[in-house]
């Protein structure tokens, strides 16, 4: 059964900072792990999707890493922003009934300040 | 475009009343997830369908109905429903391919249920 876990719940740093957000999971057999954003009282917006044969994914200021073999992936995001702040949610899919589910973390509430 | 569009944004239904939520996508993903939110919680599955046709339901009570009408159409029909369903209903979709499955999500309907 995949587990993902998010540590911490919430991260407070002053703008411009570089900080890296931590997602684990149980099950190392993983497809793909996805990083979302969403900001209060609204949908998730994909950040970034690494497939199990890759690495890390870049976009911007934000880059993504994956390591199966200790069940970790980080999201890098670099020159913090007073915009960057949202909760960021990780979720890796497993099968069930010939579809996929996504398992979420509980996220990381993310604040800058300016 | 990688848009998926959700109507009404908002609302508000008495117990004994009976509406649909909508969503909407063109990117020819042929998996589409409804999820509810509740606040400071990350989305919990409750129905998915692929080509068309339901293939998980997360043990969602009755007084929720899926639809597909067609490969780009999802509905959420709501009849009878309690307060404590009042949360934040968001629809996905993606490729049905576990080799490419980015989840794409909408803006969500915020449901008050009275």
């Known amino acids: 059964k995949q587990e993902v876990t998010q540590i911490p719940a919430a991260l407070s740093v002053p703008e411009g900072e570089n900080l890296v957000l931590n997602c684990s999971f149980t099950?190392?057999?993983?497809?793909?792990l996805q990083w979302f954003r969403q900001d209060p009282g609204k949908g998730l917006t994909s950040l970034l999707l690494?497939?199990?044969?890759?690495r890390e994914q870049t976009s911007g200021r934000l880059n993504a890493s994956l390591d199966k073999s200790s069940g970790r992936s980080t999201l890098y995001i670099a020159a913090s922003q007073p915009g960057d702040s949202a909760t960021y949610l990780c979720?890796?899919?497993?099968?069930?009934?010939?579809?996929?589910?996504?398992?979420f973390g509980k996220g990381t509430k993310l604040t800058v300040n300016p | 475009d990688t848009e998926v569009t959700q109507t009404p944004k908002h609302l508000v239904m008495g117990m004994t009343n009976k509406k649909s939520l909508k969503c909407e996508q063109h990117m020819g993903h042929r998996a589409m997830y409804w999820y509810k939110q509740k606040a400071k919680k990350p989305p919990e599955l409750m129905f998915v369908y692929s080509y068309e046709k339901l293939s998980i339901n997360e043990s969602v009570p009755s007084r929720f109905s899926p639809e597909c009408p067609n490969s780009s159409l999802l509905n959420l029909h709501l009849h009878a429903l309690q307060p404590e369903d009042s949360a934040l209903y968001l629809c996905?979709?993606?490729?049905?391919?576990?080799?490419?499955?980015?989840?794409?999500f909408g803006p969500g309907t915020r449901l008050t249920v009275l």
């Open positions: 996905a979709s993606s490729h049905d391919n576990p080799s490419y499955n980015e989840q794409f």
């Open positions: 690494i497939q199990s044969s890759q």
């Open positions: 099950d190392s057999a993983i497809y793909n």
């Open positions: 979720a890796s899919p497993i099968t069930q009934g010939g579809s996929e589910k996504l398992v």
